[in-house]
């Protein structure tokens, strides 16, 4: 099962994930958004847009790898991985 970490912003949005281990079988990060939301309904309304690609402004990571596919989120996670939500910085 992939273990997910997000940052502490989100936890402002779904304050019942706060302190708790996250686990999830997954095959894809797609799914993993999946089961998330299953915990957390309404998580993945927020970091995805209208059309299921994630947000502009949010970045998800593998293992410290940044997900490449943005748009139909087809990365690969792996049992053991280690998948981290967070917010990108932006601005000037």
């Known amino acids: 099962m992939a ?13 019942h994930l706060k302190n708790q281990v996250i686990n999830v079988p997954a095959s894809s990060i797609a799914e993993v958004l999946q089961r ?6 309404g998580f993945s309304d927020y970091v995805l847009d209208d059309h299921g690609a994630l947000r502009r402004h949010v970045n998800i990571s593998i293992n410290h790898n940044i997900v490449i596919d943005k748009v139909n989120l087809s990365d690969r996670v792996p049992d053991d991985a280690t998948v981290y939500i967070f917010q990108a910085l932006s601005g000037g």
């Open 3 to 15: 273990r997910v970490e997000m940052t502490q912003h989100l936890y402002r949005f779904f304050p």
């Open 36 to 41: 998330i939301n299953e915990i957390a309904p």
